[in-house]
């Protein structure tokens, strides 16, 4: 044991404020570390199980591991001390681009020393991996898993890779989601994954949502939580056909995943764009809808080849969009469009009366441009609350009413998985 080799960082946690030693009875409360201090690893002078990963030794205690994963419930102390590093399987399958990542046990070899030789592309996925693990074994001793340290710190130069640790980051938080489902933790390590996915997705720095959907859906399908994987697949549909063309990840999706995020594109997209617009064009035959929104929307392109095929009917959508959307209605200044404006606010409400009306205001030789402006904004006000029950709130994106309807019924992708492993299905 004299000899063991430790990492820079294992020696930074060790000298740092934060390392207090860790009693049998569990970890001293932690407060979040700031986003640009390091990780500190759980370390524990009487460990018995040492797990490598990429350039750090983790040094943890079988007793502990047992309370909060099945996958070390039977390992025996007779075989301890133990060692484990992670273990990379290259030509997966046949396919020479694939690879997998596994925990190989290396009895009565506690300081184990990796032989992975791999390019720089390889390099990173390794390095990705390893990061995710670290963060998963701190969350199995209840300490904070300081996701943002571990997707914040670039593995190769970011003038070579540009946007790199920003497009992995969700890579990670991903991985780190399959270490639970892989290690059968308890759920309470469950809950502080999500609780890491929630702090990351609140951020939302750079457009995190957007460029790492595809991975927070596998993150939520392997934590198996119906409110975040809701949320995700709604943006990961949001991307539309592209996903099929740019997106490597999507063409090496799972099967499940992929139906999934195809029905809901189709739900969101295609069912709910012509319910709504059915709905308008019974409005317009009884005269009692604005012919600027319908003849935007009620065109053949919608129904021939579907809303996200062609660009008349993506600028029909913009159209009701920019109308749900506008801040102060200020985009419809001129006298024709007012009008318009004023024939959606009188045919939306049951009560045109209590209402003041725009066209009024506008034709009044006295009144001050100001004046036009609140009634104007108030307008747009009614008219956009009169319109909410037709989109979905998601983020802010102005998509049509969501994924579940009385006409459809989606799975949960573990669900189909499950009754498939049964036999129901």
Not at 384 to 413: I, M
Request: contains cysteine; proline residues 4%.
């Amino acid at each position: 044991m004299a000899t063991r080799r430790r990492s820079k960082r294992t020696a930074v946690s060790e000298s740092g404020p934060s390392t207090d030693a860790i009693s049998s009875d569990g970890p001293p409360s932690a407060k979040r570390p700031r986003h640009e201090s390091p990780s500190v690893y759980p370390h524990y002078d009487k460990a018995d199980v040492f797990v490598q990963l990429d350039d750090t030794l983790l040094e943890l205690r079988l007793d502990d591991l047992k309370q909060r994963s099945g996958w070390f419930s039977n390992v025996h102390r007779d075989r301890l001390p133990l060692g484990c590093r992670l273990k990379k399987d290259d030509n997966l399958h046949g396919d020479p681009e694939a690879s997998s990542f596994s925990m190989e046990w290396l009895d009565n070899e506690p300081h184990p020393s990796p032989t992975v030789t791999r390019g720089a592309n390889q390099a990173r996925e390794y390095r990705k991996t390893s990061r995710a693990a670290k963060a998963f074994f701190r969350g199995l001793y209840k300490l904070p898993m300081d996701i943002f340290a571990m997707v914040e710190d670039p593995v190769l130069p970011e003038a070579e890779y540009p946007g790199m640790s920003d497009l992995e980051s969700g890579d990670v938080l991903a991985q780190v989601a399959k270490w639970w489902a892989d290690f059968d933790c308890i759920d309470e390590v469950k809950e502080a994954i999500l609780q890491e996915l929630r702090i990351v997705l609140i951020d939302q720095r750079r457009g995190f949502m957007e460029k790492a959907c595809l991975a927070i859906v596998e993150a939520a399908d392997h934590l198996q939580d119906e409110t975040m994987f809701a949320e995700a697949v709604i943006h990961a549909a949001a991307k539309g056909k592209r996903l099929e063309l740019i997106n490597d990840a999507y063409s090496d999706l799972d099967c499940d995943l992929k139906h999934c995020i195809d029905m809901t594109a189709y739900e969101l997209f295609q069912v709910n764009v012509l319910r709504a617009v059915d709905r308008m064009d019974r409005c317009f035959e009884k005269n009692t809808f604005c012919g600027f929104i319908v003849e935007a929307l009620i065109n053949r392109y919608l129904y021939k080849q579907g809303f996200l095929n062609n660009p008349e009917s993506e600028q029909a959508y913009q159209c009701l969009r920019r109308l749900y959307h506008s801040a102060d209605g200020m985009e419809f200044w001129d006298v024709d469009m007012m009008q318009r404006i004023d024939m959606i606010d009188y045919a939306l409400h049951a009560n045109p009366g209590s209402r003041n009306s725009l066209l009024t205001v506008a034709r009044s030789q006295q009144c001050q441009s100001s004046q036009v402006k609140v009634v104007l904004s108030e307008t747009i006000e009614r008219i956009r609350g009169a319109l909410r029950p037709l989109f979905a709130d998601d983020r802010n994106l102005g998509y049509f009413t969501c994924l579940k309807s009385e006409d459809t019924y989606l799975e949960y992708p573990w669900e189909v998985r499950k009754n498939r492993f049964s036999g129901d299905s």
